[in-house]
C-alpha cells in the first residue's frame, strides 16, 4: 500500500520524508535499529505486561518492509498507467481496477518483495536476539545456539534442507519466468 501511495499520486509535500521513514532501516546498522526496539518493546512490555510472539513480528515486519517496498515500487514504477486508464474509461470503479488490472500485474513485484522479506527475515538474528523474550526461539537463533555448543546432525539437516528447497526454488522460479521464443 505504501507503495501505491507514493507512485500512483502526484508529488505531494512529505513525500521525501516518507521515502526516509520506509527506507530507514536500510540505511541504519542493524544493531541501531535493534537496540531501538528493544528499548521501545521494554517500556511497552512494562505498561501492558504482554510478553508474547507479537514482538518479535513486529520488529521483523519493521524491519523487512523496506525490502518489500522496493521491488513492488519498482514495478509499480515500470508499469504502464494506460492500462489503469482504459479500465477506468471502461467504467471499472478503483477498486476493479485495482483488483483486475493493478493487482495482476503486480503480482512478480509482490512475490518478489515477500521473498526477499522472508529472507532477510529468516537472516536477522541480530534484531530476534534482542528483542525476543525467554524462551522463544526463531530457527536462525536454535541455529546459532546448537552451533555455540556443537554443530549437530540436526543443524546439518535443517543447512541441507534449506540449502535444497532453495535450489528447488530458484529452479521453478527460472523455468516459471523464463521467456518463451
Not at 48 to 54: K, P
Not at 119 to 124: F, G, N, R, T, Y
Not at 150 to 175: C, D, H, K, Q, R
Amino acid at each position: 500500500m505504501a507503495a501505491l501511495g507514493t507512485t500512483r499520486r502526484a508529488a505531494f509535500g512529505g513525500q521525501t520524508f516518507i521515502y526516509v521513514v520506509i527506507n530507514q532501516p536500510l540505511m541504519v546498522p542493524e544493531i541501531v535499529t535493534a537496540v531501538a526496539l528493544l528499548i521501545l518493546f521494554g517500556v511497552v512490555k512494562q505498561a501492558t505486561g504482554y510478553q508474547g510472539l507479537g514482538y518479535l513480528i513486529l520488529a521483523h515486519a519493521a524491519f523487512c518492509t523496506p525490502f518489500a517496498y522496493l521491488p513492488i515500487r519498482a514495478r509499480l514504477e515500470g508499469m504502464d498507467l494506460s492500462l489503469e486508464t482504459a479500465a477506468a474509461d471502461l467504467y471499472a470503479n478503483p477498486w476493479q481496477t485495482f483488483r483486475h488490472v493493478t493487482l495482476p500485474l503486480l503480482a512478480p513485484g509482490i512475490a518478489a518483495g515477500a521473498m526477499l522479506a522472508f529472507v532477510i527475515s529468516l537472516d536477522d538474528v541480530v534484531i530476534t536476539e534482542f528483542v525476543k523474550s525467554g524462551g522463544q526461539d526463531t530457527l536462525p537463533t536454535y541455529m546459532l545456539g546448537q552451533m555455540r555448543r556443537a554443530i549437530t546432525p540436526e543443524v546439518n539437516a535443517i543447512s541441507t534442507a534449506l540449502l535444497g528447497l532453495t535450489v528447488v526454488l530458484l529452479t521453478l522460479f527460472f523455468i516459471l519466468t523464463r521467456k518463451k521464443n
